[in-house]
């Protein structure tokens, strides 16, 4: 199963942007205390538009009440990791996957990276950008690992139109 994790994520907007993927894609999200806003936010509402009802997430108190409730391959998403993201293998769908990203503002601290450093990643990116934007770092990783997984029972085909819709009109 695959797992997108926020630490103490702060900005709304990407918060209800990552719920509306997590629901497209099948995948549990985990949110760890500190939120800097609330789950009623109208702005949560607006990014995940009419998903957030179908979105599976848990909230934890710390990093630790996750930690032990959790287990599975952790991997860290930070602009200190040394290895790209495309070099690690996710291809095992009974895996659970964990994918953990940081807050926007500050990431995710080196006392908590420093254990698991084999499996601290980067997205590649020139030297103009400090980081992506923290919903478009979830999408990204999220599609790569469902990629190697075959995008496991995920519709290629739009459901509410025939095959040959676009031939047809």
Avoid: W
């Avoid at 205390?33 to 789950?39: D, I, Q, V, Y």
């Avoid at 934890?60 to 602009?79: M, P, V, W």
């Avoid at 940081?102 to 450093?117: A, H």
Wanted: glycine content about 4%; proline content about 5%; overall charge neutral.
């Amino acid at each position: 199963m695959l797992n997108v994790v926020l630490f103490e994520p702060e900005i709304p907007g990407n918060t209800g942007n990552i719920m509306r993927t997590c629901v497209a894609t099948d995948t549990k999200l985990h949110l760890i205390k500190p939120l800097g806003f609330s789950l009623e936010e109208k702005y949560i509402k607006r990014s995940g538009v009419n998903y957030i009802d179908k979105c599976t997430y848990t909230i934890y108190e710390n990093i630790e009440d996750f930690f032990a409730k959790n287990q599975g391959t952790f991997y860290f998403l930070t602009r200190y990791g040394h290895k790209p993201h495309t070099s690690f293998d996710y291809s095992n769908k009974d895996e659970n996957i964990y994918f953990i990203f940081g807050k926007e503002s500050t990431g995710i601290p080196p006392q908590i990276l420093k254990p698991y450093i084999d499996h601290c990643m980067r997205i590649p990116m020139t030297k103009n950008v400090r980081a992506l934007n923290l919903s478009n770092t979830v999408a990204i990783m999220v599609y790569e690992a469902l990629r190697q997984q075959d995008y496991r029972d995920l519709l290629t085909e739009e459901p509410h139109k025939s095959k040959n819709f676009i031939e047809e009109s």
